[in-house]
């Protein structure tokens, strides 16, 4: 897993104070704020900013210490923003670190109901991987783990699988 994860991208300079227009994925937002700490690429390396004030909505106005000009903003404009990963409370996980990442756009085959539908997603939860199976208009949450394979067909790109009766239907509210 990276050391750093790009959470959003400074963009242009607003007023004359140093403040800059920024805009930070929304699920990093809470994290950013906690720690009131970004890192901003300057070439091949991140600079740490401390985050001096935040307002408005995304794309939200930024005031990072030691920047209080329109010409020092200018210098980190359009800049893409990270944290340490190690700051995120949402564990990031990385498509590669998925076992069943391969399975992406994959028919999923239920031994006893047919065929379920193509595999859209794979996430990490916290129990086992998940694929989001799509049919039609429904999206299925099928848990992937091993006693509930019963074959990978690497060929065909199909999955079957033996799931418990009312799996299929729920929701990622349920």
Known sequence: MSEFTEIGKLLKPH???????C??????????????????AQGQSSLPYFIESIRSQNPFLIK?????NKEEAVLVAHQKLSVPTNVLSR???????LEYHFLTGWQMIDQDLGEIGT?????EFPQQEMAF?????????????KD????IDKPSKRITVALPAGLIGMTEEE
């Not at 564990?91 to 670190?97: A, M």
């Not at 595999?119 to 996430?123: K, P, Q």
Request: aromatic letters at 6%; zero cysteines; proline letters at 2%.
């Open 64 to 68: 990072l210490e030691t920047i209080d």
């Open 119 to 123: 595999v859209d997603r794979i996430e």
């Open 148 to 151: 509930l394979i019963v074959e």
């Open 23 to 40: 805009f930070i994925e929304d699920e990093y937002v809470e994290d950013v704020l906690k720690s009131g700490l970004v890192y901003v």
């Open 91 to 97: 564990l990031i996980v990385e498509e590669s670190d």
């Open 133 to 145: 199976v799509q049919q039609g208009e429904a999206e299925h949450l099928v848990p992937l783990h």
């Open 15 to 21: 007023g004359v104070k140093g403040e800059l227009k």
